[in-house]
Nanobody, 123 residues
Framework: QVQLVESGGGLVQAGGSLRLSCAAS????????MGWFRQAPGKEREFVGS????????LYVDSVKGRFTISRDNAKNTVYLQMNDLKPEDTADYYC????????????????WGQGTQVTVSS
């Protein structure tokens, strides 16, 4: 019902910023809860944050609070992850995800996934 494609990853120095985009196609995008996850080498996929259908409620993992911001533009069928003050430990493959309901931190509960985009932060 929805297809997701991430973009915007790259290589930045510590303290820099990146803005990831997730373009969605399919019906009723505006009613999906959207999430961002990341997976570093040797680690399990980790919840980063989520945003409800209207954009009024967001949730973040503690390690990114105050640095990352999730937003969405339903008219453009796009969700964003603005990442500021990047740190080397933010280095990971970043994935966007979608679900018809908010299903929490566990990635196994999210129904739809993008292909991922690499973020590398140098020290």
């Amino acid at each position: 019902q929805v297809q997701l494609v991430e973009s915007g990853g790259g290589l930045v120095q510590a303290g820099g910023s990146l803005r990831l985009s997730c373009a969605a196609s399919g019906r009723t995008f505006s009613r999906y809860v959207m999430g961002w996850f990341r997976q570093a080498p040797g680690k399990e996929r980790e919840f980063v944050g989520s945003i409800n259908w209207s954009g009024s409620n967001t949730l973040y993992v503690d390690s990114v609070k105050g640095r990352f911001t999730i937003s969405r533009d339903n008219a453009k069928n796009t969700v964003y992850l603005q990442m500021n003050d990047l740190k080397p430990e933010d280095t990971a493959d970043y994935y966007c995800a979608a679900d018809g309901d908010y299903v929490g931190y566990d990635p196994s509960y999210w129904d739809y996934w993008g292909q991922g985009t690499q973020v590398t932060v140098s020290s």
